[in-house]
């Protein structure tokens, strides 16, 4: 339970969860129960889905799904510093 990250909701911090619709190590599918069970719980919370991409695309910064997924991170990133 110390591990989980629906454990420790909520944290009152926004979060922003990215995967990958080809992710067989975190399917799409957990990020949606994750975001779903934490809203529940107040917490804020927005989940995307990058298609054409797996597990590990989308963090590296050379592909395309990184850049969709930066795409992304960056409106994020100033909504929570602009809050």
Do not use: M
């Not at 069970?37 to 927005?46: E, L, P």
């Amino acid at each position: 339970a110390g591990a989980s990250p629906a454990a420790l909701l909520p944290t009152g911090v926004p979060q922003l969860l990215v995967t990958g619709d080809d992710d067989y190590a975190v399917p799409p599918a957990h990020g949606d129960a994750y975001a779903e069970g934490a809203r529940s719980r107040g917490q804020d919370v927005v989940h995307h889905v990058i298609p054409n991409s797996s597990h590990f695309e989308i963090v590296a910064p050379w592909t395309e799904p990184w850049k969709n997924a930066w795409e992304l991170i960056q409106p994020f990133l100033h909504r929570i510093r602009t809050s």
